[in-house]
């Protein structure tokens, strides 16, 4: 065989096995590449925010409380004539969207409130009679979830229903031709009373006396005090030395209450203090007033409860009256 014919087929051979080794490789690189999904970028460099969830309503129940009809709650300003009691309960939209026909449930009375919408951020007060018979309310707005929420777990709220201590009634004598059925008047018939250990008198009433309400009502004393009605007392107290603002100001120590005001007040021509509290934290309300004689305090306290009213003919003997007209007839022995 000739040199050139065994040099070309050397070559030839050769090829072969290049062609061998390249050609897997470019099949390879032929081949698709799977697919990849890849969100669109977003202007400020970030993912998009996602409003599906958070564009909506949220309602709430924030509070509920207890008042006198056509009162403000806590008020500190006399009233003509008591009211029925009611629970006030706000409903309002905590989301960024407008909420339409809104139920309000309250369960142990069953009342139900429709309102017919509010919008971002609006509230609104709503109002059912006090009748629960345990003093126990369960409010529910939007009961059956029919209003999708960005929030479902504030829709409720519970309250527990203790009545507060009511307004002192204005005084004043209405018209002789214009009677007012259940309310306090000057008709009542008042009972002096004297205390000559430590030299007072006041005023209260004489029905309170009568067998058929002596043992609830009537006038019981004491050493330390004396108790008229259901919750009013007359407390003799020692001031430990102390001067009358100091003593105002640590009696709320070592007691479940918690002060809400505290106030100069005129008793018997003398400068006393008045403190508003609420005991133990609950909707019960009380108030005490504190003058200082002969190196005693005397505290007069009215706080909420079962009061002693009596409807004598045309007259409520209201017990909150009865408290005012104490405080106002007291009077110290010159």
């Not at 008042?67 to 006399?78: H, N, Y």
């Not at 934290?281 to 009215?302: A, K, M, P």
Request: proline letters at 7%; hydrophobic letters at 35%; charged letters at 15%.
């Amino acid at each position: 065989m000739k040199d050139t014919d065994v040099a070309l087929r050397a070559s030839l051979a050769l090829q072969v096995i290049i062609m061998l080794i390249v050609l897997p490789a470019c099949g390879q690189a032929s081949q698709p590449m799977p697919s990849q999904s890849v969100s669109p970028a977003y202007n400020s460099g970030t993912a998009e925010p996602d409003y599906t969830q958070s564009a909506l309503p949220d309602l709430a129940i924030p509070y509920v409380n207890i008042a006198m009809e056509g009162v403000p709650v806590d008020t500190t300003q006399c009233v003509t004539a008591y009211t029925p009691y009611e629970l006030r309960a706000m409903i309002e939209n905590r989301g960024i969207a407008l909420a339409t026909n809104i139920q309000v449930d309250e369960l142990s009375t069953r009342f139900t409130i429709n309102i017919g919408e509010l919008a971002a951020g609006q509230r609104v007060e709503v109002s059912i009679p006090a009748g629960s018979p345990d003093g126990a309310y369960h409010f529910s707005v939007d009961p059956q979830n029919l209003i999708p929420e960005s929030n479902e777990g504030n829709n409720s709220a519970e309250y527990l229903a203790i009545t507060p201590t009511p307004p002192i009634l204005c005084q004043s004598t209405p018209p002789a031709t214009t009677p007012i059925p259940n309310s306090d008047t000057s008709d009542i018939l008042w009972e002096p009373y004297q205390n000559d250990l430590y030299g007072f008198s006041f005023e209260y009433p004489a029905v309170y006396e009568e067998a058929a309400y002596h043992d609830r009502c009537g006038l019981k004393e004491n050493g330390t005090g004396i108790h008229v009605g259901q919750r009013i007392e007359i407390q003799f107290l020692d001031p430990g030395g102390l001067g009358l603002e100091d003593f105002a100001s640590q009696l709320l120590q070592g007691k479940d209450w918690s002060l809400e005001s505290q106030t100069s007040q005129l008793i018997c021509g003398l400068e006393g203090k008045n403190i508003q509290y609420r005991i133990g934290g609950t909707s019960r309300f009380g108030t005490i007033s504190l003058v200082e004689y002969n190196s005693r305090v005397f505290g007069f306290n009215f706080s909420a409860g079962d009061f002693c009213d009596i409807q004598n003919n045309l007259v409520l003997v209201s017990e909150g009256s009865v408290y005012a007209h104490l405080l106002e007839s007291f009077r110290f022995d010159k």
